[in-house]
């Protein structure tokens, strides 16, 4: 019997070539396009350095099963009127990112990692490609529709792209144009020669050509395609086990092999032995468990997380000792801990910095109780333990000191408002593993200090539980001393597991809705606050000037609460009893947006940016799911 399916390698552009014409489409239950712009980064940095990026599966049309087709997104009108060849069953994802940055010339519609929508070009910096030591995807630049890159609230330049001119001048190649390198190499020569600089730059631009866009051109993708002999119970099965399948290996199962080599059990180490030994892994999600908790806040920190550190640990040390030799600028070793140096990571150095880095996690630990994040579900990211525990392994004893203390209290903040942790973050840990214990001693302060600026605005367009800012301000509100309206208990860890708390809001949805106010305006974080579960049920739907009488009234089982008393614990949340006694919201939502913005900017040590010029994108709140749904209405 003859197999049902065959795996070819197809070209890239080929394949591109085949959605942009419609022959090669999507069966219409797959889900629509959602890739953010660190995701589609990575991608092209795979391609470009011609990783492979895994198969793709294809079903022949026109046989036993038939499903309803529809072209990738961004493909011409004439692409609709197309019968396919063939549907994409995986891969839709990366072939969809592919096509829109490569292929099809028109900005494309993305997400940040701060959840904004926004449209974006996608460039190749010429020198950093070319560069060993940098990471490729610090070398893919995306620029806003305008092909201007602004800082400083729009009134600097820090990128001008907008004409061919100067994108010739700032070496930065347009992924659009990545199959059509001999059109851009034409118009590059001209530009080059009428300024006299062809000879000072063909080279650097003959060895892109050869090292990066050959990547793209000679890329050859492998494809598992399956004939339309193939049952529908045959496709469903395969469907199924290509999107659920197993979990692809880590640099943990790599490292895992090396380090097996040598004699060393390194699975050992994070799982245990199943027995007395729990592991590191069983050590830090037990480690500062609270009574009623599940898991201590390290139960999330995985096993490449660990080994991040080491490697920072230990490629710090290589750059130090290259400078004691005398090297300097690119001779000088990469300080990092990305996928790249974890499979370098040789044991020594493994052993050597294993405690020391265990010992920074342990400490990461306290000091985000300190904070009081005292669960994984209120921790703004759960990246940033990453450059913390590195940090605080390499200060030792000195992470005691109030002064160091309050330095990484800034740090870590600065980290949080700015929303710098949200993803693709390898470049920023190793930034600020270099930079903020040179701060403590004396230096200029890390970037994610110098640079980072939060708006006034942003605290109207906090709503998402999910959100890192949102979940600080919740913490920060804890750490100043808020008091539960009903027992007038501050939440310290005993008082917060105790009385199930969490982030409720002050001004009741039902009553917001009864007088229709915008979800969009009761449901920030300005309108919330953290509060027990049982203080909450009290509250229920009422106004707030019904439910502080009825808690001054008190019940059987809940003591009257004299009106001052009440009043202190509604200020420890920065609210002005006056004006919630009186309901009166939209003077509450500018006093309580004030008074928490003067709480973030203690926190990071700087005063907020209150001026009226927009940050760039929409707020994007909406999960995945949301996403396809607004697509499927839109498409129809």
Known sequence: MSSAFQTNKIGLHDLLKACDRGTLQLPDFQRSWVWDEDRIKSLVASISRAFPVGALMTLETSGVVSFKPRPVEGAPEAAHGIT???????????????????????????????????????????????????????????????????????????????????????????????FDWITWQMQFVGYANSRGTFNDTWPLISNFHAQVIENFVQYHVPVIALDKSTSKEAVCLVFEKVNTGGKPLDAFELVTAMYAASGHELRKDWYGDGKANAGRHGKFASFLKLADAEKGILADVGNTDFLQVISLLHTREKRRQAEADGKQGKELPQVTGNRHALLNLPLDAYNKYEKQAEQGFLAAAKFLHMQHIYRIYDLPYQSQIIPLAAILADLGDAREHEAVRAKLVQWYWNGVFGELYGSAVDTRIARDFMEVPAWIRGGPPPSTVSETIFRADRLKTMRMRLSAAYKGVNALLMKEGAEDFRSGQGFDHTVFFGENVDIHHIFPQAWCKARNISKDVFDSIINKTPLSYRTNRIIGGDAPSTYLAQLERGNPTTPAIPPGNLDQYLRSHLIDPVLLRGDAFNAFMADRQTRLLALIEKAMGKEAYRGDVPEEGLEDERDDDGVEAEMTMAAE
């Open 84 to 178: 396919p060849d063939e549907l994409l069953l995986d891969g839709q994802q990366r072939m969809t990112s592919l096509y829109q940055v490569t292929l099809r010339n028109k900005v494309l519609e993305t997400v940040t990692p701060k959840k904004k929508r926004v449209k974006r070009w996608f460039y190749l910096d010429i020198r950093k490609a070319l560069d060993p030591e940098a990471d490729r995807e610090d070398a893919i630049v995306g620029v806003p529709e305008d092909r201007i890159l602004r800082d400083n609230f729009g009134k600097d330049v820090v990128l001008d792209l907008s004409s061919r001119e100067k994108e010739f001048e700032a070496l930065m190649y347009p992924l659009s144009m990545v």
